[in-house]
């Protein structure tokens, strides 16, 4: 269920690629670092419910405090458009928590499985796959919902079209990835058995590293998170690479649109200490299992002590959180769309 590891400058895969991409091109040069200004400043959204969480009683700063971050891959070609109207958006095809400690430099990562079958108060109360909590309610309702499963603030949040990737790979001239099964996948234009991949270390394109992190027929969906934080890793390691450098503009250019966060610029670049140090990463995933409808049953006992783990690393107490003004906004919008 755990793992502890120790990197150096990996970990990007903990924030989102992109996030330190843009750094990179910020340390290396000018135009580069106005060119990713522009381009999260272009990608900024605030939640509905304000800067702040419900659970934080003061602002945060990533500069200086213990902060959290959720991570939302959409299969969606034009994630610039949702959020236009509730109901509509598309279902996560991959949800990652991130906790941020500033004094250890220590980061825990928690793949949350798509399949989770968890409550959606914001909704109508009852459970639903957690995959639903954006369709239903957009980056608010997901990080409400991830709120009180966890019984943590959810600082920030970074909605990625998970197509980017396939972008971002091909704009680095592929990634090296240790395949582990042989299988074949549909493409992204939905042409079966189109991408064809042999178990072992190779080369990925875009499209053969989209398939990798995409396909659920050849294991579990808590294998499915392994290899989607996998492909990330690889992205890393080739990006934070000298001979990256000069491709960072067309890593930039692969982003375009394809990212929504409520981070700021200058909060992203708050993240340098972290990717510039010796930093510890424990990695862990919702635990449960899959019933016969596939829906994933949380084990609740076991999941209590990774909750109380990252409320530890964030430095917080319990929260009981009761429906409040920002919580009946939302479930106002919801009603309202339906």
């Known amino acids: 269920m755990l793992k502890n590891t120790k990197r150096r400058k990996l970990l990007i895969y903990v924030t989102i690629p992109l996030l330190f991409l843009i750094l990179a091109g910020g340390v290396y040069a000018s135009v580069l670092f106005n060119k990713a200004q522009t381009t999260v400043e272009k990608a900024h959204k605030e939640l509905d419910r304000g800067e702040q969480s419900e659970r934080r009683t003061d602002e945060v700063d990533p500069k200086s405090d213990n902060i959290s971050i959720l991570l939302m891959g959409v299969d969606d070609s034009e994630t610039?458009?949702?959020?236009?109207?509730?109901?509509?958006?598309?279902r996560t095809d991959a949800l990652l928590l991130a906790t941020f400690n500033e004094d250890k430099k220590s980061v825990k990562l928690v793949h949350i499985p798509r399949d989770s079958y968890v409550p959606l108060?914001?909704?109508d109360g009852e459970n639903h796959r957690i995959?639903?909590?954006?369709?239903?309610?957009?980056?608010?309702?997901?990080?409400?919902?991830?709120?009180?499963?966890?019984?943590?603030?959810?600082?920030?949040?970074a909605t990625v079209n998970f197509n980017s990737f396939m972008d971002i790979v091909d704009a680095l001239n592929g990634i090296e990835v240790d395949v582990p099964v042989t299988f074949s996948e549909q493409d992204s234009q939905d042409r079966s058995k189109a991408i064809n991949l042999e178990k072992g270390l190779q080369t990925l394109n875009g499209e053969e590293a989209l398939a990798l992190a995409r396909t659920r027929k050849i294991?579990?969906?808590?294998?499915?998170?392994?290899?989607?934080?996998?492909?990330?890793?690889?992205?890393?390691?080739?990006?934070?690479?000298?001979?990256?450098i000069t491709k960072y503009g067309n890593v930039l250019d692969a982003i375009g649109d394809n990212i929504i966060t409520n981070l700021t610029f200058d909060e992203m670049l708050s993240?340098?200490?972290?990717?510039t140090g010796d930093v510890?990463?424990?990695?862990?995933?919702?635990?449960?299992?899959s019933n016969d409808q596939y829906d994933y049953i949380v084990d609740y006992d076991a999941f209590e002590i990774i909750k109380q783990d990252l409320k530890a690393h964030l430095n917080i107490e319990t929260t009981?959180?009761?429906?409040?003004?920002?919580?009946?906004?939302?479930?106002d919008k919801v009603q309202n769309n339906n």
């Open 80 to 90: 610039r458009n949702i959020g236009d109207r509730l109901g509509e958006g598309p």
């Open 121 to 123: 108060q914001f909704y």
């Open 131 to 157: 995959n639903s909590a954006y369709h239903f309610g957009l980056a608010d309702g997901a990080v409400q919902t991830v709120e009180e499963l966890f019984d943590i603030p959810v600082d920030y949040y």
């Open 219 to 244: 294991d579990t969906d808590v294998e499915r998170g392994k290899r989607q934080q996998l492909i990330l890793e690889a992205i890393v390691k080739k990006a934070a690479s000298l001979g990256s």
């Open 271 to 275: 993240f340098y200490d972290y990717a």
């Open 280 to 289: 510890t990463i424990e990695t862990y995933t919702v635990p449960g299992y």
């Open 320 to 331: 009981n959180v009761e429906t409040n003004t920002a919580d009946n906004h939302l479930n």
